[in-house]
Nanobody
């Protein structure tokens, strides 16, 4: 059974940085795409960054140039380095990975990121 556990969220001032981690278990980590999503109160859940099994990356326009997604296959861990944080980045951040059907079927519990002005 695939399990994902996020960590690293917290409270930070605007302009600051945080690094989120997502520890994965239950299958061959390196073979599947992974992504970070976020959801703020009153808003829909949106993808902010993704990384393929080959290491190709995708970023939403709102975070491009500020966030970096990476994966350490030896540690079965996904990361999201977040720099120059803005109050509008405040949200619960979730990591996710694709199932064999090609959709994001597995999700972590989420970690809260709060950016103050």
């Amino acid at each position: 059974q695939v399990q994902l556990v996020e960590s690293g969220g917290g409270l930070v001032q605007a302009g600051g940085s945080l690094r989120l981690s997502c520890a994965a278990s239950g299958r061959t980590f390196s073979r599947y795409a992974m992504a970070w999503f976020r959801q703020a109160p009153g808003k829909e859940r949106d993808m902010v960054a993704a990384i393929s099994s080959a290491g190709r990356t995708y970023y939403a326009d709102s975070v491009k140039g500020r966030f970096t997604i990476s994966r350490d296959n030896a540690k079965n861990t996904l990361y999201l380095q977040m720099n120059v944080l803005k109050p509008e980045d405040t949200a619960v951040y979730y990591c996710a990975t694709k199932g064999d059907g090609g959709t994001y079927d597995y999700w972590g519990q989420g970690t809260q990121v709060t950016v103050s002005s």
